[in-house]
């Protein structure tokens, strides 16, 4: 059955054990995706689409909650529906990340969606599975369990040594359980992996993502989710496997290094194939026009340049932080876990005599920062791997300060 909008032929799948109308659900493949008169005729007088001609009626003078100042949305054309697809958006993204053309990529409303979307056009709800890596993002399994998918689970292999700047190589794919459990079911449609992982903060080398792609046995799709990438050294983003690979989609977002978790911008890079299934069955209109607005300025290049800066400094202070809290270890913290390629740290909150991680103490000294010195981090010794562990994002130079002089009371408390 052909994808609708697209002519499979154009695209040798690769690798050979890949067919992705095996992948997507048959309703998908089937799909007639909605369309609007908008798509064939964008200009003239428009009266089609049941907007309000008359336009909004935002007062300047009743700015939204907080707002010190207010400007009535820029001249933006707020009574009409946005543009369906924000080409110029996806231009932008080609370029950054050095992706072959606009038809690679497919916007979001957050990653969160797209995480949603791929599963509801892979997976058959009820029959078939996802297998994720714990500890990972918890959404993975929570989309699952709303649209009535199995979860497979692989945890990541917890091993190395502690050593300066964390416990290096803690976390680790186990791609031949991995490939065990794959063959053990047939139902498998979606391998999620997070590179850096949250809350591992550890990057996953291209060599094992790769060996789960090239894996015969593996029909579905590898996610490849780099919400943190920009915190990660170079080279480190699976984006340059996407050329070679039908079987990869990536996500990012502009939540976290681009400072913008406020307007909901995810982006999912893929071959066309798939990107045309998902824009095949997104909401028409998912992507907001003041989205879309904020979202073109912040991938302009002197924004760029300014976000560019910002993780420098981000980075700088995530090595501050980390050397702060080591200054602090003898209250009973223990060195970092993972390998710190992310906006954040995973910090052991140990026993009191400093032998082993604590979770009890580490949920006491959790609440006690939130409840009585306003700090909020998050617990998340319940992971595995991650006993006693404290997930704190590096904050700005002062609040860096702050978590730390606030730990240290706290820790001289319990
Ligand atoms: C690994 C990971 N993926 C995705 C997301 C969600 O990103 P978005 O804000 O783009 O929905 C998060 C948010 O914390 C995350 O940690």
Redesign the pocket.
């Known amino acids: 059955m052909p994808i609708h909008g697209l002519s499979l032929s154009q695209y040798p799948s690769k690798p050979d054990h890949f067919d992705i109308e095996q992948v997507i659900r048959p309703n998908i493949l089937a799909l007639h995706p909605y369309r609007c008169a908008r798509d064939d005729y964008k200009e003239g007088i428009l009266l089609d689409a049941n907007e309000n001609a008359l336009g909004h009626s935002i007062s300047a003078q009743s700015p939204p909650d907080n707002a010190s100042s207010f400007d009535p949305m820029l001249d933006m054309d707020l009574h009409r529906y946005p543009d369906p697809s924000h080409d110029p958006i996806k231009q932008r993204i080609t370029t950054l990340r050095s992706v072959p053309g606009i038809d690679h990529i497919f916007l979001g409303v957050?990653?969160?969606e797209v995480i949603d979307l791929l599963m509801r056009v892979c997976v058959t709800p009820g029959k078939e599975k996802i297998l994720i890596t714990p500890p990972t993002?918890g959404?993975y399994s929570v989309c699952a369990q709303v649209n009535d998918i199995g979860v497979v689970k692989c945890p990541l292999e917890v091993s190395g040594q502690s050593g300066e700047g964390g416990t290096k190589g803690r976390f680790s794919l186990r791609v031949e359980e991995i490939k065990k459990a794959i063959d053990a079911d047939a139902s498998i449609k979606l391998v999620f992996l997070?590179s850096p992982g949250?809350p591992t903060g550890t990057k996953i080398p291209l060599q094992s993502i790769k060996a789960i792609l090239d894996y015969d046995s593996f029909k579905g799709i590898v996610v490849v989710?780099e919400?943190?990438i920009d915190f990660a050294s170079a080279g480190s983003s699976a984006v340059t496997l996407v050329k070679d690979y039908a079987n990869i989609c990536i996500?990012q977002?502009l939540?976290k290094s681009f400072g913008l978790?406020a307007i909901?911008l995810?982006i999912a890079i893929a071959q066309p194939p798939l990107i045309q299934v998902l824009t095949n069955t997104k909401a028409p209109y998912n992507i907001s026009t003041p989205t879309a607005h904020l979202a073109l300025s912040a991938l302009s290049p002197s924004s760029l340049a300014t976000m560019q800066s910002k993780i420098e400094t981000l980075i700088a202070s995530r090595a501050a932080l980390l050397k702060s809290l080591s200054d602090i270890a003898q209250l009973g913290l223990g060195p970092s876990i993972g390998s710190n390629d992310s906006n954040f740290v995973m910090i052991p909150v140990l026993s009191k005599d400093g032998v082993r991680p604590d979770n009890v103490r580490a949920q006491k000294v959790y609440k006690a920062l939130a409840e009585e010195n306003g700090v909020v981090v998050r617990f998340r010794g319940n992971e595995p791997g991650c006993e006693g562990c404290l997930r704190i994002t590096v904050g700005s130079e002062e609040e860096n300060a702050t978590v730390i002089r606030k730990l240290e009371l706290v820790l001289n408390q319990f």
């Open positions: 957050g990653s969160d993002y959404m997070c949250n989710d919400a943190y996500l977002t939540s978790a909901r995810g």
